[in-house]
């Protein structure tokens, strides 16, 4: 998997990865996918208008019609949040990172790159349930919080929206187990 390389300062001061790639990059990483997304809205009223010229029922291509906004409106919805960091209090930076290892041993995940400022873990290909091509958790230490996105790649590396469903799986599930293991060291402390 590639990495793209993350402005951290003004990732945090914008609740989006922020990163820095040229300006063709971003344009194909929103364009493509919003092409996909709304060829099928696009199919869906070329057949609903067909059958309302022509007089036929349209029971069938008004579902289909419905069924391809609502799914292509959850689509948009996770091409523009796929860069999207989520807050969770913390302790301290030393005891967060140190808590993010922990954690990232205990999943087997793995740790890519780690540093005062952020950590990057792989999650390994059966995490990933085998329906994209790797799966990466970016944590920035941000004072006393931690900023956690989580990015599934799609072929030669691309970032791929169409996964931001599970990525907020293991979001959540990075969130419970960080939460466990702050009560755990402040149960130490007491």
Not at 31 to 39: Q, R
Not at 98 to 120: G, Y
Not at 162 to 187: D, S
């Amino acid at each position: 998997m590639s990495r793209i390389p993350i402005d951290i300062s003004k990732s945090k001061t914008s609740g989006k990865l922020i990163t820095r790639q040229w300006i063709l990059g971003k344009i194909f990483e929103y364009l493509l996918p919003l092409m996909i997304v709304g060829i099928f809205p696009f199919i869906a009223i070329m057949e609903f208008n067909s059958n309302l010229n022509k007089d036929e029922p349209i029971g069938l291509s008004l579902t289909f019609l419905i069924f391809t906004l609502i799914i292509g409106g959850f689509m948009i919805y996770s091409i523009f949040n796929v860069y999207k960091l989520k807050r969770i209090k913390g302790i301290s930076r030393g005891k967060n990172s140190n808590l993010i290892k922990k954690i990232a041993e205990k999943n087997n995940w793995n740790i890519f790159s780690s540093n005062q400022q952020m950590t990057i873990l792989n999650l390994t290909w059966k995490e990933s349930n085998g329906f994209d091509w790797g799966k990466q958790l970016t944590i920035i230490y941000d004072e006393k919080d931690i900023l956690v996105n989580c990015i599934s790649f799609g072929l030669h590396s691309s970032p791929s929206p169409f996964h931001w469903f599970a990525n907020k799986r293991k979001i959540n599930k990075l969130e419970t187990e960080f939460e466990i293991g702050i009560k755990n060291v402040l149960q130490h402390r007491v």
